[in-house]
């Protein structure tokens, strides 16, 4: 594989690229691109060029380069995480039957929170997560779970830094997260009214595998109305019905 100078590799370099996007910004001029890589707009151009060419980049009307149908396709095909994103689905319908407004999956990865699916209604409570997006840990329900459920690496390593905040009541000290982590420990779920978004409560519970371990954070967003506490007994007996079935099955997840 071909190597820079530096000893990076084309590879190396071609993800960074592919790492450029975001949910907000799935379209990119080549100069944003090479900008964000850390690389030559030369260089970003041809690498560029060679994503196209293999289907994982594509090229907008407007030139400006998105991610290629080819990139969708593999990841659909081998991600670790479809098997229980398919046994989570009839619970999180159900959920969203029940609710009315956003039910999601949610596991961790790294210090963040990625949504696996969402379920939606046209005039739910405004949400900020989607599908394949990221939040930190500590600002949304789900990632309260995954953290307070995670090894003491994990919750050492978020405690120590810096806690963005996204409201007022975005929990941004370690000493409220310690205590926020307690709570959830205790009562077996998170309820974060406005945290996120003023108008908005994240409630979520934990969903365990065979062997008890918290795999994923179950939730839903509702409005922020003092109503919320209303939905977590649905919401923990769609976890144990997914949990249950996690277990069954666990020789093929």
Do not use: K
Not at 67 to 73: A, D, F, L, Q, S
Not at 149 to 157: E, P, V
Not at 196 to 225: M, W
Request: aromatic share 4%.
């Amino acid at each position: 594989m071909a190597r820079t100078a530096t000893g990076e590799s084309s590879l190396a370099r071609a993800v960074r690229i592919l790492d450029c996007f975001t949910p907000e910004e799935p379209a990119l001029p080549v100069s944003v691109i090479a900008r964000r890589a850390g690389l030559h707009v030369a260089t970003a151009s041809r690498l560029v060029a060679e994503l196209v060419g293999q289907g994982l980049l594509a090229r907008g009307p407007d030139r400006a380069v998105r991610i290629g149908m080819r990139m969708w396709e593999l990841a659909s095909r081998a991600s670790p995480t479809l098997s229980l994103r398919e046994a989570a689905m009839p619970f999180l319908e159900d959920l969203h039957a029940v609710v009315g407004h956003h039910a999601q999956l949610g596991i961790r990865d790294g210090d963040e929170v990625l949504f696996l699916e969402r379920l939606t209604a046209r005039d739910a409570v405004v949400n900020f997560s989607r599908i394949a997006g990221r939040l930190p840990l500590h600002v949304t329900s789900s990632g309260l779970v995954l953290l307070a459920y995670g090894d003491d690496d994990l919750q050492q390593r978020v405690l120590s830094r810096p806690l963005a905040r996204y409201t007022e009541r975005t929990i941004a000290t370690a000493a409220r997260l310690r205590t926020a982590m307690a709570e959830v420990r205790r009562q077996g779920f998170a309820l974060l009214p406005g945290h996120v978004h003023e108008e908005a409560t994240g409630i979520a519970v934990p969903v365990r595998d065979a062997l008890g371990e918290v795999v994923a954070g179950l939730s839903v967003i509702v409005p922020n109305d003092g109503r919320a506490a209303a939905n977590v007994p649905v919401l923990l007996a769609a976890a144990r019905g997914l949990s249950r079935t996690l277990a069954r099955t666990s020789g093929d997840l």
